[in-house]
């Protein structure tokens, strides 16, 4: 273990001393947060900030830094889940379809009957079919619609 990091390479994950525990937490809080006011809050100097948080980059341990935006803000009023059971050789076209419609959040491919869950954003009810359409030539879905989200997402614990 260097400066708190670890990588456990049989179970494929990194162990993390409390100082590093402590980087995450932060910048999981704000990702913004200026090197100079991060070591202060943690008790280190910048320099040592700056290597620890570096070193969490290189481990994969941090892997970007993004800001969050709400959908409503921007138009889009109507969230909705879609869950793709695709049609026998189109399992690869799903995927790549989802890549290039950008009011998709995210896809994801999960084990079960359906293969593919999918989040997306959409201005109003009326985009849900003609989006859906895209789908249905690779496979058959269902959908619902997001009513409310009582746990937004958010990062594992540490």
């Known amino acids: 273990m260097k400066n708190g990091?670890?990588?456990?390479?049989?179970?494929?994950?990194?162990?993390?001393?409390?100082?590093?525990?402590?980087i995450v937490g932060e910048l999981t809080s704000?990702?913004?947060l200026p090197f100079a006011e991060l070591g202060r809050?943690?008790?280190?100097?910048?320099?040592?900030?700056?290597?620890?948080?570096?070193?969490l980059e290189q481990t994969g341990v941090i892997t970007g830094y993004r800001a969050e935006?709400?959908?409503?803000a921007l138009?889009?009023?109507?969230?909705?889940?879609?869950?793709?059971?695709?049609?026998a050789g189109q399992l690869r076209r799903i995927a790549e379809l989802a890549e290039e419609i950008p009011e998709i959040e995210e896809c994801h491919r999960i084990t079960g009957e359906d293969c593919f869950y999918i989040k997306l954003h959409l201005r109003?009810?009326?985009?849900?079919?003609?989006?859906?359409?895209?789908?249905?030539?690779?496979g058959q879905t269902t959908t619902?619609?997001?009513?409310?989200?009582?746990?937004?997402?958010?990062?594992?614990?540490?």
């Open 75 to 87: 138009g889009y009023q109507l969230a909705a889940i879609v869950r793709v059971t695709p049609a």
């Open 124 to 138: 109003s009810i009326d985009e849900l079919a003609g989006l859906l359409d895209r789908f249905l030539v690779y």
């Open 30 to 32: 704000d990702g913004r």
């Open 41 to 55: 809050r943690i008790n280190l100097s910048p320099p040592a900030t700056t290597e620890r948080v570096r070193r």
């Open 5 to 22: 990091i670890s990588t456990n390479r049989e179970q494929g994950f990194v162990d993390l001393d409390e100082i590093d525990r402590s």
């Open 144 to 158: 619902s619609i997001v009513n409310n989200s009582p746990v937004p997402r958010r990062d594992p614990p540490l």
């Open 69 to 72: 935006v709400d959908p409503r």
